[in-house]
């Protein structure tokens, strides 16, 4: 719904600036952060700390869990900071996000975003009145790919996950739907790790989310 590319790499810039050399000097452009992001927050500050770190003599274990704590906090710090500051809502979503309501369609947000982070977000971009509730990566054991937060999600509501539509934006969400039961739709400017979203499997494809309602 949201294009928060912007909001991880500022962030993720500034934290980089709060690290020892040889991470404190460098910086990750926008394309590197597509790439990455989608998996969670621990899993992009550590891809990141691997990436810019290669050409570094290998740490011990006690060193690289303190270099990873202190890139956590720091990170955490800065993205409640700018969050939302620098992220767009995609075209379509608003009146897509409408349209579904108009049809009485019960409607939850799951994300691998921290759930404070998505509820922030949601608000600022004034999105959070469409749903009943909000998950994020950190409400459940595991996160999408895994099947869990979905399944768990669709208890919450009390819908069937064979009646429930997944509507995504990645193969992470398209395997958890898969996994869970669930149909699944995507949509065509998802990030999915540098990969097209084409190439993945699901039961439907839209451009935008306004035109997904014309398939129901």
């Known amino acids: 719904m949201v294009d928060t590319l912007g909001d991880f790499r500022v962030a993720l810039n500034a934290m980089l600036g709060d690290l020892p050399p040889p991470y404190a000097s460098q910086q990750v452009d926008q394309a590197t952060v597509e790439r990455l992001v989608g998996k969670g927050s621990e899993h992009l500050i550590k891809s990141v700390l691997a990436l810019l770190g290669n050409d570094t003599p290998k740490d011990g274990v ?48 799951l994300t691998n975003k921290p759930t404070e982070f998505a509820l922030t977000l949601l608000r600022h971009k004034g999105l959070d009145g469409f749903f009943e509730m909000t998950f994020g990566g950190d409400a459940f054991e595991k996160k999408k790919p895994d099947p869990m937060p979905l399944i768990k999600t669709c208890e919450a509501l009390g819908v069937r996950t064979e009646r429930t539509l997944m509507i995504g934006d990645s193969s992470n969400d398209a395997q958890a739907a898969r996994a869970a039961g669930c149909p699944v739709v995507l949509v065509t400017y998802g990030y999915n790790h540098g990969q097209s979203v084409r190439e993945v499997d699901a039961d439907g494809l839209v451009d935008a989310l306004d035109q997904l309602t014309a398939t129901l």
Do not use: D, I
């Open 62 to 109: 006690a060193q690289r869990e303190s270099l990873y704590l202190h890139a956590w906090e720091s990170y955490q710090r800065h993205y409640a900071r700018v969050n939302g500051q620098f992220s767009t809502v995609y075209p379509g979503v608003l009146r897509g996000l409408q349209q579904l309501q108009a049809k009485g369609l019960r409607l939850a947000c």
